[in-house]
């Protein structure tokens, strides 16, 4: 496609339950990435995948975040047993690899209620 | 882990004023890139720059990678310049893309 394609835009949950965040790169990206806004912060690096690679997934907060890429290209975050604290927006980026530019989506805004 | 360091934290401008952002970071690095993140929340590619000096516009961005520092100038500044500028360096060798904690810019009308 023409950039990155988050989806949902928008999740609200009960706590307790599971939640599937989708990100479609952009079409030859090798590279994706999850991170983590919370409200007025920064972004917190989740996880890496790059080619057929071993992901890199030293920043997932805790053993309820999985995620994977199925093909080389669409990927799944997944968070089960949602917690309030895990509301933040959800963002994803997508390049060619290394040494190249990053292209984030629009997001997915996740509240736990 | 590399360190990422941005300054000031938080800008207010006078709108057409000129100014000057900071990333130090604390090893050398394949990639380095600016972004902008808009009242939105979009994250928009602004420079990609190991190295060098790029301009776009009213923009333009120096990396100095000997010196692990990158400068993002932004001149005669509009409100729509408003927002959140993220610096983000990448060591390479299938390590990830780290980000600063970004400088909160206002322009002010």
């Known amino acids: 496609g023409a950039g990155v394609s988050q989806s949902p835009s928008n999740k609200v949950t009960e706590k307790g339950k599971d939640v599937e965040l989708r990100c479609d790169p952009i079409?030859?990206?090798?590279?994706l990435y999850w991170y983590r806004q919370s409200l007025g912060q920064g972004l917190e690096f989740l996880i890496y995948?790059?080619?057929?690679?071993?992901?890199?997934k030293s920043g997932l907060p805790s053993d309820r975040f999985s995620a994977e890429r199925t093909g080389g290209s669409v990927s799944t975050l997944t968070i089960q047993r949602t917690q309030q604290e895990d509301s933040a927006v959800y963002l994803c980026?997508?390049?060619?690899?290394?040494?190249?530019?990053?292209?984030f989506g629009q997001g997915t805004r996740l509240t736990v209620v | 882990g590399i360190q990422v360091e941005q300054s000031p934290p938080d800008l207010i401008l006078q709108e057409g004023a000129n100014s000057t952002l900071r990333c130090n970071f604390s090893?050398?690095?394949?990639?380095l890139q600016w972004f902008h993140q808009n009242p939105w929340g979009q994250l928009i590619n602004l420079f990609y720059?190991?190295?060098g000096t790029k301009q776009n516009g009213r923009l333009s961005a120096t990396t100095v990678a000997t010196e692990r520092y990158s400068l993002l100038y932004i001149s005669s500044s509009q409100t729509t310049d408003s927002g959140v500028y993220f610096c983000?360096?990448?060591?390479?060798?299938?390590?990830?893309?780290?980000f600063g904690a970004g400088t909160r810019l206002f322009v002010k009308a």
């Open positions: 980026a997508s390049s060619f690899g290394e040494r190249t530019e990053a292209f």
């Open positions: 079409s030859g990206h090798t590279a």
């Open positions: 995948f790059q080619g057929n690679s071993a992901p890199d």
């Open positions: 090893d050398s690095v394949n990639n």
């Open positions: 720059i190991p190295s």
């Open positions: 983000a360096v990448e060591r390479g060798g299938g390590f990830k893309t780290i």
